[in-house]
């Protein structure tokens, strides 16, 4: 576009901020002239502010999803009294260290009736010792009502005994999380007369994140979840269910897509993805990453490749009532034309590692208060010419000097249906505004789902057995068309097919 040119209304968010960044050395004045949300201005919001991790030569390091066990110090959680750039705020996590000690906090969540907030904490940073040597990450909260902050697992024995992270409350006060604990895996090497040991993801690097649930003081802490690599990002769906990113790495597979599960782990079940990693800019291979539900039931992702884009990404809102993948209906929607995702916002984000004219978004927190608006953490494009920070014009961009600049996430609100984007926490040189929530109640609980109990729900004997049924709806019919030899109704009978024909139904239960 010619900067001569008209500037469309809805790009003008863009435009503004490459303006207000160029040649900037500190805070950039964001905001300025602009009012604060009216809705927003009495509900608190709390968020983290962190580095930006730079290599020796001073380049921004890159994230990588498949490294989610990382430790970045010197991060703080903040608690604002409302949603505007002159609103004084107070750290949460202060307390928790002497002063001068470095920790880092990640994975903020907010209760149903925001009076409680849980994260995950790691710290204090240990000078010159190894990772394996570091504290583990924490699950902790904050509850708003009594200012105090605690621990989940008071014992410090037990809440070293592994990495905890991603809380999320379930609406019957419980919490689940993912964590390297793999405390059930553990029971089954023992039971088969193995020793114990911490299966590591399949590309070797780290130990494997999966689901965990407790209560809310640390006790019965137990797994509900079994993956050879990460399972991340849980949140709680409307109907109870837990939804989450599950890494799938294991031959030609290599992708991180959404499955749901209920909350005891069963009725596990692959939700949306797992043919659609590449739908990013020019057919780019992308991944679904901090995924949340929207009020109307759509899930809300970010969109990126595991590594190279600043740990931003596209907003994608996914229409996964009636999608199974991107252009592939349910079987009760089959015809249904269209596409499953669309973007969230008006702004020219890539998914590509080059830079993104329309910036990059890191987190999202929608508002369920009927005004179709988000919480973001973004980043504008930036770029580095002859020692200057320049915005990302056609002429800038087109120039072969030009360099990615370091990232700039602060803290802005997105309303939908205006397509504007203001700015709530103005974003500072050197630091990343990020885990965005609002402490605003939510109207209604999500579904409780009971755990199924022994011989109740769950039949006793296949229990004490160790086995249980592995149901297939059909692995042969994916797009309405019958494909099974000798067909769907005569594989479904195990009358009328040979051993060889039909799939093993019994499995080890892993519970």
């Known amino acids: 576009m010619s900067m001569g040119a008209a500037i469309p209304r809805h790009l003008s968010v863009v435009i503004l901020s490459t303006f207000l960044l160029a040649g900037c050395n500190g805070e950039t004045g964001l905001g300025g002239?602009?009012?604060?949300?009216?809705?927003?201005?009495?509900?608190?919001?709390?968020?983290?502010?962190?580095?930006?991790?730079?290599?020796?030569?001073?380049?921004?390091?890159?994230p990588d999803a498949r490294r989610a066990i990382t430790f970045n110090p010197g991060a703080n959680l903040y608690l604002q009294d409302r949603a505007s750039g002159s609103a004084s705020r107070v750290s949460i996590t202060d307390r928790a260290f002497r002063?001068?000690?470095?920790?880092?906090?990640?994975?903020?969540?907010?209760?149903?009736?925001?009076?409680?907030?849980?994260?995950?904490?790691?710290?204090?940073?240990?000078?010159?010792?190894?990772?394996?040597a570091q504290p583990s990450w924490n699950i902790w909260e904050y509850q708003l009502s009594t200012d105090t902050l605690r621990r989940i697992i008071e014992s410090d024995t037990t809440a070293e005994d592994g990495h905890d992270l991603a809380p999320h409350y379930l609406p019957d006060d419980r919490i689940v999380f993912t964590s390297t604990r793999q405390r059930q895996s553990g029971a089954i090497l023992l039971d088969e007369g193995k020793p114990q040991?911490?299966?590591?993801?399949?590309?070797?690097?780290?130990?494997?994140?999966?689901?965990?649930?407790?209560?809310?003081?640390?006790?019965?802490?137990?797994?509900?979840?079994?993956?050879?690599?990460?399972?991340?990002?849980?949140t709680v769906l409307s109907n109870?269910?837990?939804?989450?990113?599950?890494?799938?790495?294991?031959?030609?597979?290599?992708?991180?897509?959404?499955?749901t599960t209920n909350p005891d782990g069963t009725d596990l079940q692959a939700y949306y993805g797992i043919n659609s990693h590449g739908t990013g800019t020019q057919g780019s291979t992308v991944q679904f990453l901090r995924t949340r539900e929207m009020p109307n039931g759509n899930a809300l992702t970010v969109l990126r490749p595991y590594t190279g884009t600043d740990g931003g990404g596209d907003l994608v809102l996914i229409d996964v009532a009636n999608y199974s993948d991107d252009q592939q209906p349910t079987w009760i929607n089959l015809g249904l034309g269209g596409n499953a995702q669309q973007r969230?916002?008006?702004?020219?984000?890539?998914?590509?590692i080059q830079p993104s004219p329309g910036g990059r978004y890191r987190d999202v927190f929608p508002l369920w208060d009927g005004t179709n608006r988000l919480l973001v953490s973004w980043t504008p494009c930036r770029l580095a010419l002859n020692a200057q920070i320049v915005p990302c014009t056609g002429q800038n961009l087109a120039n072969p000097n030009a360099q990615a600049a370091a990232p700039l996430y602060g803290i802005w609100l997105y309303d939908m249906d205006a397509q504007t984007q203001v700015p709530v926490v103005q974003p500072t040189e050197g630091r990343a505004y990020t885990d965005i929530v609002a402490l605003q109640a939510r109207p209604l609980l999500p579904t409780i789902l009971y755990d199924q109990q022994s011989g109740m729900e769950l039949d006793s004997d296949w229990i004490a057995e160790g086995?249980?049924?592995?149901?297939?709806?059909?692995?042969?019919?994916?797009d309405g068309i019958e494909t099974a030899t000798p067909s769907i109704s005569g594989l479904r009978d195990p009358a009328l097919t040979t051993a060889a024909q039909r799939p093993a139904r019994f499995l080890r239960v892993v519970k």
Do not use: C
Request: hydrophobic share 35%; aromatic share 8%; proline share 4%.
């Open 344 to 352: 969230a916002t008006v702004n020219n984000v890539t998914t590509t």
């Open 240 to 259: 109870g269910r837990v939804m989450y990113t599950r890494w799938d790495n294991m031959g030609s597979n290599n992708a991180m897509h959404l499955y």
């Open 197 to 234: 040991f911490d299966a590591l993801t399949e590309n070797r690097n780290e130990e494997a994140l999966v689901l965990h649930v407790m209560n809310d003081d640390g006790s019965n802490l137990h797994q509900i979840s079994f993956n050879q690599s990460h399972d991340l990002d849980p």
């Open 467 to 478: 086995v249980g049924v592995l149901h297939i709806r059909s692995v042969y019919d994916t």
């Open 99 to 132: 002063a001068g000690e470095r920790y880092d906090v990640r994975d903020l969540e907010v209760s149903y009736d925001a009076d409680k907030l849980v994260f995950a904490m790691r710290g204090p940073f240990i000078e010159n010792a190894n990772d394996d």
């Open 33 to 62: 002239g602009q009012q604060p949300d009216p809705v927003l201005v009495d509900n608190k919001i709390a968020y983290v502010e962190r580095p930006v991790q730079l290599n020796n030569q001073g380049d921004p390091l890159q």
